[in-house]
Each structure stands twice: as C-alpha cells, then as structure tokens.
Nanobody, 115 residues
Framework: QVQLVESGGGLVQAGGSLRLSCVAS????????MGWYRQAPGKQRELVATITSSLRTNYADSVQGRFTISRDNAKNTMYLQMNNQKPEETGTYYC?????????WGQGSQVTVSS
C-alpha cells in the first residue's frame, strides 16, 4: 500500500504560479512511473505530466514550457511547478504512482485559476 498526500493547491490569478507537492509513504527511489493528473468539473481526468526514475519527463501539450515536474527521492516527494497559469487549468490535481504494478492516487488538491 502507498499513501500519497498532496499539498500546495489554492487560488491563483491567471498568469500566476503555484507549486504542488506529493509525499509518498514509501521510498520512491524504486518507483519508475510517477505523474500528475488533472480533473476539471464535468470532465475526465487527464494527464498533465509524468516523470520516470531516470528523470525522463513527459508533458501535455497544453502545459509544455510552463509546468515542470520533478522528484526528490530523498524526501519521497514529487513536485509540479505551474507557471503562467490559465483559467482553463482549474481543477483537482491528483498525483499518481505505479508501485509493483498497482496504481495509487492521492486525495487531490484543488487549484483554481481566476481570470
């Protein structure tokens, strides 16, 4: 079992920045696949960014160049730095890890971008 605790969400104006954190209850050194997903009201959950144990990253086209995903294995923490945010990026952000072939999700962190 993996517990994931997210923090850092909140209200930000368009063009502003927030940083999300996701702390895992296990050592993430051996976790290959980690990522952030977003779910807007009335919409399906969508991928925002992923990062592997070799620090290979992947981003949704809409956030490329503005968001940065990172991980600190020593702190068992994954981050999502969000810059120049847009109102359409409002939603609940979830962290996700694949651990021994099982998917684990955090409880979600609300991000609201006002126009």
């Amino acid at each position: 079992q993996v517990q994931l605790v997210e923090s850092g969400g909140g209200l930000v104006q368009a063009g502003g920045s927030l940083r999300l954190s996701c702390v895992a209850s296990v050592n993430i050194f051996r976790i290959n696949d980690m990522g952030w997903y977003r779910q807007a009201p009335g919409k399906q959950r969508e991928l925002v960014a992923t990062i592997t144990s070799s620090l290979r990253t992947n981003y949704a086209d809409s956030v490329q160049g503005r968001f940065t995903i990172s991980r600190d294995n020593a702190k068992n923490t994954m981050y999502l730095q969000m810059n120049n945010q847009k109102p359409e990026e409002t939603g609940t952000y979830y962290c996700n890890v694949v651990y021994y072939r099982d998917n684990y999700w955090g409880q979600g962190s609300q991000v609201t971008v006002s126009s």
